[in-house]
């Protein structure tokens, strides 16, 4: 049974370019959470997703943050016009349901460096 | 809001000591998870333990929801170890919150 998987796991970009992430949950979770950790600093919620509906999205930037999780394939989170301060590791976890004591279980995560 | 503190923030321990990482958090939890996360960056579920105590070899974990905290045991350290170890607990809305996290080198 595969764990969460995320690719790319290192992305290099250069400021105003576009960058999207992408999260494959473990097999049967069908919840998607997205976090994100700036240097030095301990993970932070930014959206929360099932198939085809955004639950939660307090954590995510008001501009050029987007994400979603289609019926078919793996959920995204896609950065356009990326900023120096975009560079952080972006961790996607997932979970069987969405109630709030269930376990969540992480992938490697996404660094992303803008130059 | 949620608080998640995490002490020591950081430790420096020679291999073989035992160590213990404390999480206070401000209200009751239905969730608590603790996490190492590795030099390289990866995050590594250790133990989901909303109350009580469990044990996985070297390490073990107690929380007592009744008074808001949980302690992370590491027996016989090992410098592979190092990195720093996270707790986390849910909240109403789905979410997990991190704490600061404690940053453990060891040493051979």
């Known amino acids: 049974n595969a764990g969460v998987m995320q690719n790319p796991r290192h992305l290099v970009r250069r400021r105003g370019q576009e960058a999207r992430l992408r999260c494959s949950p473990m097999?049967?979770?069908?919840?998607v959470y997205w976090y994100r950790q700036l240097p030095e600093e301990g993970l932070k919620f930014m959206v929360y997703?099932?198939?085809?509906?955004?639950?939660?999205e307090s954590g995510m930037p008001k501009e050029r943050f987007s994400a979603e999780f289609p019926k078919e394939g793996p959920s995204i989170l896609r950065i356009q016009q990326v900023v120096r301060g975009d560079s952080a590791a972006y961790f996607c976890a997932s979970s069987t349901a969405g109630r709030s004591g269930d376990e969540q279980f992480f992938g490697p995560g996404t660094r992303l460096t803008v130059l | 809001g949620i608080q998640v503190e995490q002490s020591p923030p950081d430790l420096i321990l020679q291999e073989g000591a035992n160590s213990t990482l404390r999480c206070n958090f401000s209200d009751s939890v239905n969730n608590l998870q603790w996490f190492h996360q590795n030099p390289w960056g990866q995050l590594i579920n250790l133990f989901y333990i909303p109350s009580g105590t469990k044990q996985n070899g070297r390490l073990s974990a107690t929380t007592v929801a009744t008074e808001r905290y949980s302690l992370l045991y590491i027996s016989s350290s090992q410098t592979t170890d190092s990195g720093v170890y996270f707790c986390a607990r849910g909240s109403s809305a789905s979410k997990i919150i991190f704490g600061s996290g404690t940053r453990l080198s060891i040493r051979p």
């Open positions: 097999k049967g979770h069908s919840h």
């Open positions: 997703l099932q198939k085809e509906n955004i639950i939660d």
